[in-house]
């Protein structure tokens, strides 16, 4: 806690320089087109449609980005990542629907919400070890899905609150961020923005450097004399928030969540996106997120055939292209740019 | 109140036996190349829809040949998993436990595409039931332990007497020594994959017919193996065992006696925090130094 403290002291003095160098690499430059590229799609075409498929594809940025975080630099490989979605989006649409919250608070505080619960899944998960810890948050996101469809819950909760939350139909007719599209995609691509910002910046920080060590060697990190326990319980923390964030924003674009979201499905699309990207690639999961959601878009009707291509995809490139597509791309890019530039 | 405390027992002891074959396989994978296998539920689930495709296609002589066809293709399959998945990202765990979650999720995919998504049962192995102090018990039943316990004893001395099981256990302890006395190390994993995909259909072909066949099963087993897995120690055999029958019984006690059916679901996590938080190598398992 200190530390995050110590850094947001140190920010504004730093951040000056620290800009100066970054927009001066290639990455930089690429990411500032991409952002205002982004920003300038509202321009192009005000239907709601189209609008609705790019906020999808930024949630589901953010979405894969938590993941990436947890698994590319951490080296903790969670199947649960849908139980921060969950648990977020329910509490969000909740307070939304029935306490008639403004959207962000209801936003921040299912985001708190799903941090408190990397913290609960984290302390037992930590006695787990490497491909053990997968299967226990998959364990942990199918128990959620389950309480969540639980029956005698569902009457038990109606009968003492009088509102739906759990049970099949889960909390709907949620109002979204703003009822013109143009609005909700602003705010989503900010919240984009910020995040994956602050995803990165944690990475290049020194508590990444940490992250780092505990992914490459575990041993040798508490050898060092580093909390590894402590470490590992705040990048679940780090991850459940912005997942949460992204179980929010998932809620009020969809205007409702059922236990459908605890489903391993939504892990698998996490992984996915992070996979097709390139692991340990943050802004990867951007372009992952991209083809996920108009592959998904196309093949709409179809939807037990397009999980089927996912799956296919998802082997493919773990098999064959650990990489992934972000960092190869880029490479083709600059050696364009630079024959273009004639160096 | 009899009633259900005989239900209770019975149930228990099928779903144990069941549940025996299947931790067996998965914690034979582990024990033996450190190989998490996700795809363990997808070994069920290929078994359980051949089976069932060759029923309702071939109608009751289909009985036999689906038994035989599912066998036949989940073995193989377990191979190739291990040759074209498992093997080349050996050396990094996430690499393994991704591909195999994929292979699990696109077999799901593939059943619900190719066959249906929706709830089917099938009809028992043998018809008929005995009669026990008063109490109807189905011949299936009775197949179920009898085969289980079969399986179970033939495994264990396979393992213990054959020249592949030894080759198996040597792997087990020591990879590169078992390799450098001519142990062809990759092969034997082959094998123990196959081993543990075999186990999974036996399991489907006996708990099918009293059981659903649905694309969402899979996970469900996936779950149960892993909670009985860290109940009885990672890797031990026996452990697996026992704890297969205790996670049955507590089912059992939950469904029958209890009458919660709903909280059944819940009972591999509770298991696996509890067993994480009080003794995280489980029953029977190997004391590990990190």
């Known amino acids: 806690m200190r530390i995050i403290i110590k850094k947001i002291a140190e920010f504004p003095s730093n951040f000056q320089s620290y800009f100066r160098d970054w927009i001066s690499t290639f990455r930089a430059k690429v990411t500032v087109i991409c952002l205002i590229g982004l920003s300038l799609v509202p321009l192009l075409t005000q239907n709601p449609y189209f609008l609705g498929i790019f906020t999808t594809f930024m949630i589901f940025t953010i979405f894969a980005a938590s993941w990436d975080f947890l698994a590319g630099f951490v080296g903790q490989v969670s199947f649960g990542q849908a139980v921060f979605l969950g648990v977020s989006g329910y509490v969000t649409a909740y307070l939304i629907r029935y306490l008639s919250f403004p959207w962000w608070l209801s936003l921040v505080i299912g985001s708190i919400i799903a941090v408190i619960f990397g913290l609960i899944i984290g302390i037992p998960a930590l006695r787990l070890k490497g491909p053990y810890l997968a299967l226990g948050t998959l364990a942990m996101s199918l128990i959620m899905y389950q309480v969540f469809l639980m029956g005698s819950l569902a009457t038990m909760w109606e009968n003492a609150f009088g509102t739906n939350l759990f049970g099949a139909e889960g909390v709907s007719q949620i109002t979204p961020i703003s009822s013109d599209t143009v609005v909700e995609y602003f705010a989503t691509f900010l919240i984009m923005s910020v995040s994956l910002l602050i995803l990165t910046h944690i990475t290049k920080s020194n508590v990444g450097t940490i992250f780092k060590a505990i992914r490459d060697d575990e041993t040798g990190t508490s050898a060092s004399g580093i909390n590894t326990t402590k470490y590992k319980i705040l990048a679940f923390m780090i991850s459940g928030l912005f997942a949460g964030v992204a179980g929010g924003l998932f809620a009020m674009r969809f205007r409702g969540v059922n236990p459908g979201v605890f489903q391993p499905l939504y892990s698998f699309y996490a992984i996915i996106i992070a996979a097709m990207g390139g692991l340990a690639t943050i802004s990867g999961s951007a372009i992952g997120a991209l083809i996920f959601v108009f592959l998904g878009e196309i093949l709409r009707d179809t939807q037990d055939l397009s999980l089927l291509i996912f799956s296919i995809i998802l082997i493919l490139f773990i098999r064959f292209a650990e990489h992934g597509l972000l960092k190869p791309t880029l490479e083709r890019i600059q050696e364009l740019w630079d024959i273009v530039l004639g160096r | ?290």
Request: contains cysteine.
């Open chain 2, 1 to 290: 109140m009899i009633d259900s405390l005989i239900n209770f027992l019975i149930l228990g002891t099928i779903q144990g036996s069941i549940y025996a074959l299947l931790a067996m396989g998965f914690s034979l994978v582990y024990g033996v190349g450190g190989i998490l296998n996700q795809a363990h539920g997808a070994f069920y689930l290929i078994t359980c829809y051949l089976f069932y495709w060759c029923y309702i296609n071939l109608g009751g002589f289909g009985l036999i040949v689906g038994i035989v066809v599912g066998l036949i293709v989940v073995t193989v399959v377990g191979g190739l998993v291990y040759i074209l998945l498992v093997k080349p990202l050996k050396d990094s765990h996430v690499g393994v436990v991704i591909v195999t979650f994929a292979f699990a999720f696109l077999i799901e995919q593939v059943v619900k595409v190719s066959v249906d998504p929706l709830y089917h049962s099938m009809p028992l192995l043998i018809e008929g039931s005995i009669n026990v102090f008063g109490v109807k018990v189905l011949n299936h039943y009775i197949l179920v332990v009898v085969a289980s316990l079969v399986i179970v004893t033939l495994i264990t001395l396979f393992i213990n007497k054959a020249k592949i099981g030894k080759s198996i256990r040597a792997v087990a302890q020591d990879a590169e020594a078992a390799s450098l006395m001519g142990i062809n190390v990759d092969r034997i994993l082959a094998y123990t994959v196959m081993i543990s995909a075999f186990l999974a259909g036996i399991a489907a072909i006996l708990y099918v017919p009293i059981d659903i066949v649905a694309p969402h099963i899979g996970w469900s087993i996936l779950i149960n193996s892993f909670a009985i897995v860290v109940l009885g120690g990672l890797g031990s055999l026996p452990g697996s065992v026992l704890g297969a029958f205790i996670m049955s019984y507590a089912n059992a006690f939950v469904n029958f006696i209890l009458f919660m059916p709903e909280i059944s679901a819940l009972i591999p996590i509770v298991v696996i925090l509890f067993m994480l938080i009080l003794r995280p190598r489980g029953l029977f398992g190997k004391k590990e130094i990190d």
